[in-house]
Every structure is written in structure tokens, then in C-alpha cells.
């Protein structure tokens, strides 16, 4: 049972380490901490992505900037309560890990696959350039009756095809995790840079209603 639930949400990064391990929280006297590896695209640009690793997988008190590692595990979604609203935060929870050797080159250096439900209306638009988009929000079930809520961006065709989705849907989505920072405004004159994570779907299916 557990198993098969895992299927629904599978992510493999590799990339080096460009932070220290920050705590995040503790489970059963299990310590989870924050590290920040960043992830090459094929153009010249790159992501930072969070995981969420146990102080059981790795040694935390070592300094690991500059060195390469290769996880895989899920994206994962908790609200967190900022000032006035619940913010989404986004993680890899890390399930496995690998100090990579000099020079090693991963088949999957940035891997998501999703199958999950529509929880809210896809929001379809086009860039200044003419560039076609849609958001769409998907639950991805976890065992227990938990759900993370993962936000996906389409473009193209894609874009058209999931403007078309109902909320309830089941969707599947293959592509990759994407980090993208934006400016929030506190006040009138004051901004803050936060970051934004998200899938980059480059495949998504359909899933029609199973025969009962």
C-alpha cells in the first residue's frame, strides 16, 4: 500500500551544494535540515532547490559546499504560517543520497513525475511576447490521508490542453523542478526578494475515470 503511493510523486536532482545545513524540525527525535544544491539547465542559468534531508542519511556537521550530490525522494509541500497567511513552502524530501565522485554526470540531474488532482481552477494566459501559459495547482496524495500541493507551470500546446482541466481532475506530469525568484511587497516603498518553486511540465497526460 505504502509503496504504491510513493509511485505517485518520484523527483531525482543532482547538483552542488551552494549552502550550509539549516534545521528545519524534528520528528521522533529525527532532526531534519535545509541544503540548498543548485541545479544546471540546459541553457546557462540554474535552479537552487531545497531538500529536506534526515541528519540519518548525512553527516550534518560536515561542510559539503562545492561538492556534488545526486538524491532522490518527492516534492513536498507544508503551509507555514508568515505574519497574516500560510505560506506554501516547497522542499525534495530526500529518501536517498549520494556524494558524487569529480566529474560524475547524472542520467536524471533534474526528474519529476506527479500524479495527482486538480484542486483549483487552471489559470491560462499568454506573455507581453505572445509566449501561451497555465497554472495549474495538483494534490498528490500521501499516505494517512495527507496531500502535498504542488504548483505546475505549462507552456505551448501543454498550456492549451490544461487550460481545459476540471477542478478533481487526475492528471499525470512529467518535467522539472524549477526555482524562480519574484519581489513581494511588504508596504507601500518596501519589497522583499523571495524565491518561488515550481515544475516545469514538459509531458502531461489525462487521466480518464477508471470503469467502476
Known amino acids: 500500500m505504502t509503496d504504491k503511493v510513493f509511485d505517485n510523486n518520484q523527483v531525482n536532482i543532482a547538483g552542488e551544494v551552494v549552502g550550509d545545513f539549516k534545521y528545519s524540525h524534528e520528528v521522533f527525535g529525527e532532526g531534519f535540515y535545509i541544503l540548498d544544491i543548485s541545479v544546471n539547465r540546459l541553457s546557462d542559468s540554474y535552479d537552487i532547490i531545497p531538500l529536506m534531508v534526515s541528519e540519518r542519511l548525512i553527516d550534518i556537521k560536515k561542510d559539503y559546499k562545492g561538492q556534488y550530490l545526486e538524491v532522490s525522494g518527492q516534492f513536498r509541500s507544508y503551509n507555514r504560517h508568515d505574519e497574516t497567511k500560510n505560506r506554501l513552502v516547497l522542499s525534495v524530501f530526500v529518501r536517498e543520497v549520494t556524494v558524487c565522485e569529480p566529474g560524475y554526470e547524472s542520467a536524471k540531474p533534474n526528474y519529476i513525475f506527479l500524479d495527482g488532482f486538480i484542486c483549483k481552477q487552471p489559470v491560462y494566459r499568454k506573455t507581453p511576447l505572445g509566449r501561451e501559459i497555465a497554472d495549474i ?32 481532475g487526475h492528471v499525470q506530469v512529467w518535467g522539472r523542478i524549477q526555482s524562480r525568484e519574484y519581489q513581494k511587497k511588504i508596504s507601500e516603498n518596501e519589497f522583499e526578494k523571495r524565491v518561488a518553486y515550481e515544475v516545469s511540465v514538459s509531458k502531461l497526460e489525462y487521466v480518464e475515470n477508471e470503469a467502476e
Open 137 to 168: 495547482l495538483l494534490a498528490v496524495n500521501r499516505p494517512y490521508g495527507k496531500s502535498d500541493y504542488i504548483p505546475c507551470i505549462c507552456w505551448g500546446r501543454n498550456a492549451r490542453y490544461a487550460e481545459k482541466f476540471p477542478v478533481g
